[in-house]
C-alpha cells in the first residue's frame, strides 16, 4: 500500500512540476526579443535595435519611416500592455479586457467617441503624418506578432490582443488629454457655481482667492491679497457648528498631473543652455515613458540624433534633445473646456437653441463590450457645442465643449521639433503641435532659452464668465476662434537667463486671458525653483538635479512657526512631545523627518476646521460639493486676522481651533504604535509603484510586480514633488551640444515583464536621485529587422 502511495504522490508531484513547467516557458514566451535578426515586412531597409544594460534602446534607421516601424516594433515586444490600456481606456472599451469592473469609466469616456473622432480626422492629416502613423501600426503589429507568446497579462486575462490601428496612436494623445485636463469632465466650473450660489460672492471669492505669498509667474505682478468680508456681508456666529466631518479636502490638495521644468542660459553656464524636467504623473510598473536613443538621415541625407523619452502608441520623441535644441513640458492648467448650457424645444426635445436658430440633436448609439457578460448601449447627445454630459443646477443640460474634441488638436508636428536647431525656431513650431496645451520651456547650444505654450486649440472667449456654465446661444457668445501662433504668450532670452513652470500662473493681462484659469498650483513649488534658481550665478547639470531633489519645506515653516506659538501659550502638559518635537525645525519632507510630518498634519486639521463651515453650507444645498481651489490663501489670512463673523462657532476663540487643531494631531497620531517619535515622513510617504494587475493578484505574486516599498522623501509644494504612488515620471537635465554631460533617470524600468532584465533597471537610481547618464551606454544587445520580401510574409 505505501509503494502505491508513494507512486500517486510521486505521479502528482511530476504532474505539478510539469505543469508549473509549462507555466514558465509560456510565461517566458512573451519576453521581448533582444538578439538576432528578424524579418520584418513593411521595412525599406534593414534597421538595428541596441540596447544597453539599462534597456534604453538605441534604433538606427535609414529614413524617418522606417524608424517608426521600428519604434512600434519595440514598443509592443516590451509595452504593448499598456499600450492596449491606453487606448481602451480613452475609448471606453477597458471593460471588453477586464470585466464589468471598468464599466462605469468606459461610459464616462465613450461619450467622448474619440475613437470615431480619431478615425475621421486621420483622413486630412497630410500626407506624410498618415505615412508615419501607418508605419508605427505596421511595426506594434509585428512586434507582437513576433512574440512568441502574447503578452504575459493576456495569459492572466486569458484574452487575446487585438492588432493596433492608426486611431490607436491618437487615442494615447487622448489618454494623456484625460489625464492632464480633469478627466475631461471638469466639474470644478460646476463647484464654483454652487460655492457662488451657496455664500455671498465676496465669501465665495475668499475662498477661491490666491496667495500672492506664494505666487512665482514668469510675467506680471501677483494676485491681490485676499479680502475678509466682515459681518454685515457674513457671519457665522449664531449659526449651528459644522459638523465634525464636514470637509474632505479632495481635489486642490490632493496630487494631480503636473511636473517642474526650468532653463538656464548659456551666460550662466560659459556654454549652452541647460534645461531641466521632471513630470509629475501617477507612478506604476512599467513606467509611462520609455526612454530611446533615435538615430535616422533626414530628407538631405544628414543625420538626426535624438535623446529622451518616447510614449509607448507615439512614433515621436516627447522630450529630450536632439543635439542643438533641448525641450521640455509641463502642464500649463490652462482652461481648455467650458460647459454650455443647452436650452431644448419645449415641443420638440431633439432640437436646441443656437445663435443661428434651432439646431438639432445628433444621437450615436454606442455598444460597449463587457467581458462576461451582456453588452451595454450608451446613446451619445451631440451638439455643435460639444456631447450632452451633465445637468446645470437648475436641471438644464450641459454639454461639454473641450479642445480634445476637435482634430486640430491632434497631428504629429511635435515631429518638428527633431530638425530644429534654435530656440527662436522651436517657439514658432511649439503652437502647432497637437498636444494637450503645455507650459513648453527650450533651450539651445548657443546659450538661448524660451517659453510659450503649446497646442493649436486655445480659444478666444466672448460675451460669458468662463469659470461656470453659461449660455452660448446668443450671437457672439461662446468661442468665436483660435489664437493665431503669433497671439500665444512667449517669452525669449528672458534678462536674467532664467525660466520656471511648476504648473503655477505664468503670466497675467491679456496673456492670462488667453491662457484662462483651469485651476493652477498655488505657487510654492514654482516660487522655490525659481529661488533655487536665483541663489545660484553659475549652473552645471548637477545643480539642476540639485534643484530638483530639493525637499525643503519652505512653504510649511510658516506652520510649525505657527503650531510652536500655540503649543507655547497655551502651555498643556499632554502637549508637551508634540512640542518638543516639532521645536527643532529641520524643514525637509525627508524620510527620517518627524517634526515634519507633525507639521504637515496640523496645517490639514487647522485647514479642516477653518472651511468645515463653509463647506458644510454649500453640502447641506448641494451635497457633492468640493472645494474647486487652494485655500491656503484665505486660511492663513483668517488665522492672522482672526475674525469672530468668519470662526466656526464651536469654537470660542481663533485660539481655540488652533489647539484643538494641535490636540488632534497628537492623539491621531500619538496613538499609533511608537507614539508621536516614531511617525516618521518616510513611514507615512512609502513607495507603491505597481503594475496594473498587481492589485487582483495574490500578495506573493503582487509583490513581484511592484517596486520595492522603500520610503520617499518629498511631497507638495517643493520641488521634489513625492507621494507613494505620483511624483517624478522621469528627472532630465539637458545640456543641448553637450549630451554627454547630461542625465535622465526615470522609476519603474523599461520593460513590463518581470524576467526581463530591464525589469526596474534604473529604478535605484532615481529613487537615491542618481544622475544616470543620459546618453545610453556600452552595446549589450543587438537586434536586426531586415526587409521581407513584398511578395511573403514575414517570419524569422
Do not use: C
Not at 258 to 278: E, H, K, P, Q
Not at 610 to 622: D, E, H, I, S, T
Amino acid at each position: 500500500m505505501m509503494r502505491w502511495i508513494k507512486r500517486i504522490l510521486a505521479g502528482i508531484v511530476l504532474l505539478v512540476l510539469v505543469v508549473a513547467a509549462a507555466g514558465y516557458l509560456a510565461f517566458a514566451g512573451s519576453e521581448a526579443r533582444l538578439d538576432g535578426r528578424v524579418t520584418a515586412k513593411g521595412l525599406s531597409a534593414p534597421v538595428t535595435i541596441a540596447r544597453d544594460h539599462l534597456g534604453v534602446a538605441t534604433i538606427t534607421a535609414d529614413n524617418r519611416t522606417d524608424l517608426a516601424y521600428a519604434l512600434g516594433f519595440e514598443h509592443a515586444q516590451e509595452r504593448f500592455f499598456q499600450m492596449d490600456l491606453q487606448r481602451r481606456m480613452a475609448a471606453g472599451e477597458l471593460a471588453a479586457l477586464v470585466g464589468p469592473g471598468a464599466l462605469k469609466l468606459d461610459l464616462d469616456h465613450r461619450r467622448h467617441r474619440f475613437r470615431e473622432r480619431d478615425r475621421a480626422l486621420i483622413k486630412n492629416l497630410p500626407a506624410e503624418q498618415r505615412a508615419l502613423l501607418a508605419a508605427y501600426r505596421d511595426g506594434v503589429n509585428a512586434g507582437l506578432k513576433k512574440l512568441r507568446v502574447r503578452p504575459w497579462e493576456y495569459l492572466l486575462l486569458r484574452t487575446k490582443p487585438k492588432p493596433w490601428r492608426m486611431e490607436d496612436t491618437f487615442l494615447t494623445v487622448d489618454a494623456m488629454f484625460l489625464d492632464l485636463n480633469r478627466n475631461g469632465d471638469d466639474l470644478r466650473e460646476m463647484d464654483i457655481e454652487r460655492l457662488r450660489k451657496a455664500l455671498p460672492r465676496p465669501v465665495a471669492d475668499l475662498l477661491m482667492a490666491r496667495s500672492p505669498r506664494w505666487e512665482a509667474p514668469l510675467q506680471g505682478d501677483p494676485s491681490p491679497a485676499p479680502v475678509l468680508p466682515d459681518a454685515s456681508v457674513f457671519t457665522l456666529r449664531g449659526q449651528p457648528p459644522a459638523p465634525a466631518a464636514s470637509v474632505a479636502l479632495v481635489g486642490p490638495d490632493a496630487a494631480f498631473p503636473g511636473s517642474n521644468n526650468f532653463a538656464v542660459a548659456g551666460s550662466l553656464t560659459g556654454g549652452g543652455a541647460i534645461v531641466a524636467n521632471d513630470m509629475h504623473l501617477s507612478l506604476r510598473v512599467p513606467n509611462i515613458w520609455f526612454r530611446a536613443q533615435l538615430r535616422y538621415k533626414n530628407d538631405v541625407g544628414a543625420p538626426v540624433v535624438l535623446n529622451g523619452l518616447t510614449l509607448p502608441g507615439t512614433p515621436m520623441l516627447i522630450d529630450g534633445s536632439n543635439g542643438h535644441i533641448a525641450w521640455a513640458f509641463t502642464n500649463s492648467y490652462g482652461d481648455w473646456q467650458d460647459w454650455v448650457r443647452v436650452d431644448l424645444d419645449p415641443k420638440n426635445p431633439n432640437r436646441y437653441r443656437t445663435p443661428d436658430g434651432w439646431a438639432t440633436i445628433q444621437d450615436h448609439k454606442e455598444t460597449i463590450e463587457v467581458k462576461g457578460e451582456t453588452a451595454r448601449t450608451l446613446t451619445v447627445r451631440e451638439t455643435r457645442w460639444g456631447p450632452i454630459m451633465g445637468k446645470d443646477l437648475d436641471g438644464t443640460p450641459l454639454a461639454l465643449s473641450w479642445i480634445a474634441h476637435l482634430p486640430r488638436t491632434h497631428n504629429l508636428n511635435l515631429l518638428k521639433l527633431e530638425q530644429v536647431d534654435t530656440v527662436h525656431q522651436a517657439l514658432l513650431v511649439a503652437p502647432t503641435i497637437g498636444m494637450p496645451p503645455q507650459n513648453f520651456t527650450v533651450g539651445d547650444a548657443a546659450g538661448h532659452i524660451g517659453w510659450t505654450v503649446t497646442g493649436n486649440a486655445l480659444p478666444l472667449r466672448s460675451g460669458f464668465d468662463p469659470l461656470v456654465p453659461a449660455e452660448w446661444s446668443v450671437q457672439g457668445t461662446g468661442w468665436i476662434g483660435f489664437a493665431s501662433p503669433l497671439q500665444f504668450p512667449r517669452i525669449e532670452d528672458p534678462v536674467d537667463g532664467r525660466l520656471w513652470t511648476a504648473n503655477n500662473r505664468t503670466t497675467s493681462g491679456d496673456w492670462l486671458t488667453l491662457l484662462g484659469d483651469g485651476g493652477y498650483d498655488r505657487g510654492a513649488r514654482a516660487q522655490q525653483i525659481r529661488d533655487d534658481l536665483n541663489a545660484r550665478n553659475r549652473f552645471t547639470t548637477e545643480s539642476m538635479l540639485a534643484i530638483q531633489l530639493d525637499d525643503r519645506a519652505v512653504f510649511l515653516t510658516r506652520w510649525q512657526q505657527l503650531l510652536q506659538d500655540v503649543l507655547q501659550r497655551h502651555d498643556e502638559v499632554h502637549l508637551d512631545a508634540l512640542q518638543k518635537l516639532t521645536a527643532h525645525w529641520q524643514g525637509r519632507a525627508s524620510i527620517g523627518s518627524v517634526d515634519y510630518r507633525l507639521v504637515r498634519a496640523f496645517r490639514e486639521q487647522v485647514v479642516e476646521r477653518v472651511l468645515a463651515p463653509f463647506v458644510a453650507r454649500v453640502r447641506k444645498k448641494y451635497p457633492d460639493f468640493k472645494l474647486p481651489m487652494h485655500s491656503e490663501a484665505a486660511v492663513w489670512a483668517m488665522i492672522q486676522q482672526r475674525p469672530m463673523n468668519l470662526l466656526d462657532p464651536r469654537y470660542a476663540d481663533w485660539d481655540a481651533l488652533l489647539l484643538d487643531a494641535a490636540q488632534a494631531v497628537n492623539q491621531n497620531l500619538g496613538s499609533r504604535p511608537g507614539g508621536l517619535a516614531a511617525q516618521t515622513w518616510g513611514a507615512r510617504n512609502t513607495a507603491a509603484i505597481r503594475h496594473p494587475l498587481a492589485r487582483v493578484l495574490p500578495a506573493f505574486l503582487a509583490r513581484r510586480l511592484s517596486m520595492p516599498a522603500q520610503p520617499l522623501p518629498g511631497d507638495h509644494d517643493m520641488p521634489r514633488v513625492q507621494t507613494p504612488d505620483f511624483g517624478a515620471s522621469e528627472r532630465f537635465g539637458i545640456m543641448p551640444g553637450h549630451e554627454a554631460r547630461s542625465y535622465l533617470h526615470m522609476p519603474g524600468g523599461q520593460s513590463d515583464h518581470p524576467l526581463s532584465p530591464f525589469f526596474g533597471a534604473g529604478h535605484e537610481a532615481w529613487v537615491h536621485g542618481r544622475p544616470t547618464p543620459l546618453l545610453p551606454g556600452p552595446v549589450e544587445h543587438s537586434l536586426t529587422l531586415e526587409p521581407a520580401p513584398d511578395s511573403s510574409s514575414s517570419s524569422d
